[in-house]
C-alpha cells in the first residue's frame, strides 16, 4: 500500500490504463462518496445505454485491493460525537467490523464491506438498479436544487455592511478567527441543521469556546469547510455555479488523505486554506503527465512483471517528491517472494481474519497488530492485481 491519494471525478476521468497502473503501484486510491454521488448523478441525468458503459466503465478504475472507500461524512462526525477519536494524519478512516483475537495473540481489527464498496462491484459488472437504491438519498442530499446566485445575493447583504473579505487568505484567516471565538454549541447547530437530533445532543452542549477543535477535530474540519464555503460565497470569493456544494464535500475527506489531486478551479482556490499541514495538491493535468513518464521509466523484470520498491528518483517528479517527505526509506532494488512465501503469507492472513471476534476492545487503535478488509470479487470485474483483465482471466483463472 502506498500514500493515499483522494481523486475527484475529473481527475478519475482523465487517467488511462497505463496511468493506472503507474497510480497502482505508488499510491492507494482513497474513493469519497461525494465521487459516488457525482457518478451516480451522471447516470441519473441520463440513464442510456452509452452512459451506464462510462458509469462501468469508472467503476472499473477502482481496483478493491487497492482502493479504500469511506464512509459518508455524516456517518464519521456521528461516530466522532459518539466517543470515537480520528487520526487526522492521512490515513483512511473505517466504521464497523470487530476486533479479533488471532491464534498467534495478535489483535486486530477485521473490516467488512462498506455500502460504497458494494455499490462500486456492482456498477463494475453492469449491476445498476441495486446501486441506484443504495445511494439515491445521498444523492438527492447532495444534489437538491440549490440556487447559489439567489444565496450569495442574500448573504451578501447580510454581511457585507459589517464585514470585507477581499481575499481567499483573509477568508481562511477570518473562518479561524470565527470557529476560536464561537460558542461551539452554536456552530454544531448551525451545521448539523439537517440533523436536529444530533444538533442536539449532550455533547455540544458541554463544549465550551475553544474547544471544539480539541474535542472534535474532525467535526471541526468539516464546519470549517462548510463556513469558508458561506462566506466566500457571500464576498464573491466563491462562485454561484451549483456544482460547487457538491464539490465542497471532497474538502470534508482531506483528513484520509495525503494528497488530493483534482482539475477543478474551485479545489485549486480553497485548497490552500483548508489543508492540514501535510497535505500536498497535484491537478489532474500534472498527476496524468507525472504517472505517464513514470510509466516510461518503469523498472520490468525479464519476466514482465514490475515489482519495484518507490518511484524512480526525480525532482520534477509529484509522486517521487511527496514519496522521499512522506513514506519510510525503502531499500533499493526490488521485492520478491517465492510461490511459497506467497501461500505462507495467504494462511497467515487467514488465520488472522478467523480469530476470536470480542467486539470492541479497551486498546487503541494505534495499538493493534494488524486491520484486515474484506473484498467480494466479481468474476467479471476487475482483477485485485491491478490488471486490465477481469478477475476471472487473471487471478482468478481456475478458481
Request: charged share 25%; glycine share 8%; proline share 4%.
Amino acid at each position: 500500500m502506498g500514500l493515499n491519494l483522494l481523486l475527484d471525478k475529473s481527475s478519475l476521468q482523465s487517467l488511462g490504463t497505463l496511468e493506472f497502473d503507474e497510480l497502482r503501484r505508488y499510491y492507494t486510491q482513497v474513493v469519497s462518496p461525494v465521487l459516488l454521488i457525482e457518478i451516480l448523478g451522471d447516470l441519473k441525468k441520463n440513464d442510456s445505454e452509452k452512459q451506464r458503459t462510462l458509469v462501468r466503465a469508472f467503476a472499473r478504475k477502482i481496483v478493491p485491493a487497492m482502493s479504500i472507500a469511506l464512509p459518508h461524512y455524516m456517518n464519521l462526525i456521528a461516530a466522532e460525537m459518539a466517543g470515537g477519536r480520528f487520526q487526522m494524519d492521512g490515513r483512511p478512516m473505517l466504521l464497523g467490523g470487530q476486533r479479533v483475537l488471532a491464534e498467534s495473540g495478535e489483535e486486530g481489527h477485521v473490516s467488512e464491506e462498506t455500502v460504497e464498496e458494494k455499490a462500486i462491484h456492482r456498477w463494475q459488472v453492469g449491476e445498476f438498479q441495486k446501486a441506484e437504491e443504495i445511494l439515491s438519498t445521498r444523492w438527492r442530499e447532495a444534489t437538491k436544487a440549490l440556487d447559489l446566485q439567489s444565496a450569495q445575493n442574500a448573504l451578501s447583504r447580510q454581511y457585507r455592511r459589517n464585514l470585507k473579505l477581499g481575499s481567499i487568505e483573509e477568508l481562511g484567516e477570518f473562518v479561524e478567527d470565527l470557529i476560536a471565538a464561537s460558542e461551539p454549541a452554536t456552530l454544531l447547530q448551525w451545521f448539523l441543521a439537517n440533523d436536529p437530533e444530533l444538533a442536539n445532543a449532550e455533547r455540544i452542549r458541554e463544549l465550551r469556546i475553544g474547544e471544539l477543535e480539541f474535542q472534535l477535530p474532525y467535526t471541526a474540519h468539516c464546519i470549517k469547510a462548510a463556513l469558508v464555503f458561506h462566506f466566500g460565497l457571500a464576498f464573491n470569493l466563491v462562485t454561484p455555479r451549483p456544482t460547487n456544494r457538491v464539490d465542497l464535500e471532497y474538502f470534508f475527506y482531506l483528513p484520509f488523505c495525503h494528497a488530493f489531486s483534482s482539475g477543478d478551479g474551485f479545489h485549486v482556490d480553497l485548497f490552500p486554506i483548508l489543508k492540514l499541514d501535510f497535505h500536498e495538491f497535484v491537478s489532474a493535468t500534472e498527476l496524468k503527465a507525472d504517472l505517464e513518464e513514470l510509466s516510461s521509466v518503469a523498472l520490468v523484470d525479464p519476466d514482465g512483471k514490475t515489482e519495484t520498491v518507490g518511484p524512480p528518483d526525480s525532482d520534477k517528479s509529484f509522486t517521487s517528491t511527496i514519496w522521499k517527505r512522506l513514506m519510510k526509506p525503502h531499500p533499493k532494488g526490488r521485492l520478491k517472494h517465492s510461490e511459497e512465501q506467497k501461500k505462507a503469507l495467504g494462511e497467515h492472513v487467514s488465520k488472522l481474519t478467523t480469530g476470536q471476534q470480542f467486539g470492541e476492545s479497551a486498546r487503541g487503535s494505534d495499538d493493534i497488530e494488524f486491520i484486515t478488509r474484506k473484498h467480494s470479487i466479481a468474476r467479471e470485474g476487475p482483477c485485485i492485481c491491478g490488471s486490465a483483465k477481469s478477475f476471472g482471466e487473471c487471478c482468478g483463472k481456475g478458481v
